[in-house]
């Protein structure tokens, strides 16, 4: 378990570091400049100097850790981060990648949700596209209608009829019952289940 002192810690770092990069790119002067006009925008929106930070963090943590895992997703992948929602856009070279691109965005600490449009160049391993299409969508349906779920807190992928789960449940039984929902589907003929139990021990 990682404490909340290492956490505050560890965002700390990351700030210093995205500041500093932009101190080291842009010149003392502007860099200085640029942040004071930033905060000024920042603190006039209804976003605030506070989130805009803590979303600027993740998308640090979340590109690290692309670049520590696959550098692919690094150089391909690109991270948009808005009140911890995560978008990612870009393409991959396989459904593998996409799918690892989403798993790895939910490590981060202070993500909500994450929103998956990456393009898939590669889609020769998929055996039938279509089923796997009206899987996900089917699952995401029974989320949505289903009160003791918060569907804005899961990832649902489906290649080759494996349902790969991944987010944040915020009980034992709220996670039982996604993965309930995914092995009830027609055309499922596994279940990889990622989620997280919300004691947030993410980094």
């Given at each position: 378990m990682i404490t909340t002192s290492r956490h505050a810690g560890s965002?700390?770092?990351?700030?210093?570091f995205a500041l500093m990069m932009s101190i080291s790119l842009t010149g003392c002067v502007s860099a200085v400049v640029g942040v004071g006009a930033a905060a000024v925008t920042a603190g006039t929106t209804?976003?605030?100097l506070g989130t805009s930070i803590?979303?600027?963090?993740?998308?640090?943590?979340i590109a690290d850790d692309y670049l520590k895992t696959n550098a692919d997703l690094f150089s391909n992948v690109t991270v948009t981060v808005?009140?911890?929602?995560?978008?990612?856009?870009g393409n991959v070279n396989l459904p593998e990648e996409k799918i690892q691109a989403t798993q790895i965005a939910w490590q981060s600490r202070g993500v909500i949700e994450v929103i998956n449009e990456l393009d898939v160049k590669d889609t020769s391993t998929v055996k039938d596209i279509a089923?796997?299409?009206a899987a996900a969508a089917q699952?995401?349906?029974?989320?949505?209608?289903?009160q003791d779920i918060s569907s804005i807190n899961f990832s649902v992928d489906v290649v080759n009829g494996t349902v790969f789960l991944s987010g944040i449940a915020s009980s034992e039984d709220e996670a039982n019952q996604v993965v309930e929902h995914a092995r009830s589907l027609r055309f499922a003929t596994d279940v990889?289940?990622?989620i997280r139990i919300n004691d947030d021990d993410r980094e």
């Open positions: 965002r700390g770092i990351l700030v210093f209804e976003k605030g803590a979303d600027s963090v993740i998308k640090v943590k808005n009140d911890g929602s995560v978008l990612l856009t089923k796997d299409l699952l995401r349906a029974k989320m949505i209608a289903d990889k289940n990622y």
